[in-house]
Nanobody, 126 residues
Framework: QVQLVESGGELVQAGGSLRLSCEASGRTLSGHVVGWFRQAPGLEREFVAAIKWSSRHTVYADSVKGRFTISRDSTKNTVYLQMSSLKPEDTAVYYC???????????????????WGQGTQVTVSS
């Protein structure tokens, strides 16, 4: 079992930056794919970015490409999402998720992930 805890969400002005953290416990994230998703009120959960732990291969949604960076720290068993040039439309609850058995083409599908954190709120004011 993997327990995931997100942190770092807060209120920020448009154009600002935030770094979200997803700390894992219970077992190492080695061998997992870790993804970030977000969900705004009334909308479906949306893929943001993912990283393959072993290879550090990354993938991003078009809406965040060039603004967000996903990375991992194996010494802390933690995945980060560095967000810059934030826009009001980035406002959402951000979740991290992990899974060991997921094919690369299925990474944007939230139903493919077994482990989820509780989420952290990011609010971007205009």
């Amino acid at each position: 079992q993997v327990q995931l805890v997100e942190s770092g969400g807060e209120l920020v002005q448009a154009g600002g930056s935030l770094r979200l953290s997803c700390e894992a416990s219970g077992r190492t994230l080695s061998g997992h794919v870790v993804g970030w998703f977000r969900q705004a009120p009334g909308l479906e959960r949306e893929f943001v970015a993912a990283i393959k732990w072993s290879s550090r291969h990354t993938v991003y949604a078009d809406s965040v490409k060039g603004r967000f960076t996903i990375s991992r720290d194996s010494t802390k068993n933690t995945v980060y999402l560095q967000m810059s040039s934030l826009k009001p439309e980035d406002t959402a609850v951000y979740y991290c998720a992990a899974d060991r058995q997921i094919i690369w083409s299925s990474i944007p599908n939230p139903n493919q992930y077994d482990y989820w954190g509780q989420g952290t709120q990011v609010t971007v004011s205009s």
